[in-house]
């Protein structure tokens, strides 16, 4: 791994006081039902505060979404996290899939072109020794594994992968571990010195709850609060298309994915498909357009999908629209909540020299922290950043996700001083401050 620069401004200047162990988590997704529960196993007295009643009722509320695997033949940042969060991913959600949620029937990725194809194979060859983990197939072996004739002649196999219904894994992850949901719009959250902790309101200014921790997983919602205002996220509209399956789609045994994806028949006997990309576009209705495009898609992944789902009526078909909340770097954001002002005066040298030498750390808002950007893939990434996030808030730097231990037993000649090098590049490659750093050196803010 290369030597990077020293980075002084993720290190917390002014840690805060920790007294108790409260804390209020807002937003009752997959980023905030995932870090609830990993601060509840560390014995944080937790409250998931949602503007609706239930659980996973916004972005992480359709039927199926997939674990959806996004590597790289090169040994690059984004590949090096995406890797981390389905190891991480694959090990999370097994009990899940044991108590009959979703099902990990693996998840196959066809090309999309021939540079796919010519990464697949670097893959595959990248990751021979760990087939457990991803497998490049080839020719009739593809339809052995997706139950299907796909024209496909090579695909990317996750044996570990699979699809879940996110809400019912939000739903059973405050429940199962007895974690309470109050339902509040919040508004704000203002910090109290003399009592060390922090008041949210809601819309009409009322309090809702106090505690000494916070952590704001409202996805694009961030945007509302004045402390994560600075943050670059994007709404990112998107529709899925539910198909019903037909005789010959019901053989469908794994997620197949390409330019879009599909999902085996759930329990009512639809496929999931999907999804579109619609920017500037901020409507929850379903679009005729965009069932028409997700079918497309379908034909696109592959001719054979297109063979085996007949040809529905679009204006017929059910299907969820919702919006993804996105990044620039296509990376969540996980981690303290900088301040921002601060921030700005004391790394301001940097808008004249990016290279300039510093040794300030920097200054962060008193026990507050964000979990969001999830962007297309929330839920890969949410048990990796729940976990991070969560021994960040504990002080831990202990075992990053259980994944990752598995990788280590299978690779027994790893250290553990790189283990540890590995988990403080992925907290920097998430970390909130990230994007004001980046805007100082780029002269831009
Ligand atoms: C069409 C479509 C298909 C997708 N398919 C997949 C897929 O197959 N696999 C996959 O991994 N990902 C998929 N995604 C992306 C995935 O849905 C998101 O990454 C993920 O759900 C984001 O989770 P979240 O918890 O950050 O956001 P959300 O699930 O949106 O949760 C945020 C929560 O915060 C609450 N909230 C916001 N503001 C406030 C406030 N002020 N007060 C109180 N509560 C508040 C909201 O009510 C909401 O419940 C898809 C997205 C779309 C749109």
Redesign the pocket.
Known sequence: MKQKPPAPWFNIANPAIRTDKTVSV???????CTVAAALHRRGFQVTV????QQA?????G?AQ????PKLSARDDLLPRVNLAAIRAASHYYQPFWQAGLGRQCGVLVVPENQKARDDFLLIGQRFADQPQLVEAVHGESIEALSGIALQAQLALYFPTLGWLP?ALVCQQLLALNGIPLLQ???ASLQYSDSENSWQLRDREQQSVINSETVVI???Y?CK?FEQTSYLPLRKLR???TQLPATAESRKIKTVICGEG?ITPADNNDNHSC??TYNKDLFTTELRDQDHRANLQQMAATDAGLAAVLGQPDSSQLPGR?????TTPDYLPIAGPVPDAAAMLSDYAMLRRDAKALITTSGRYLPNLFVN?G???????YAPLTAELLANQIAGQMSALAQGEEQHKQEQPEEQPKQQKKQQEELCQAMHPARFLIRDLKRNRI
């Open positions: 807002i937003g009752a997704g997959i980023a905030g505060i949602d503007r609706h996973g009722q916004e972005a992480s359709n979404g997939i674990v959806y996110p509040a719009d919040i997983a409202s996805a919602d509302q998107g529709q899925i994806y999907g999804a629209a919702n919006f993804r909340c969001c999830m962007g297309s893939r929330g839920l890969s």
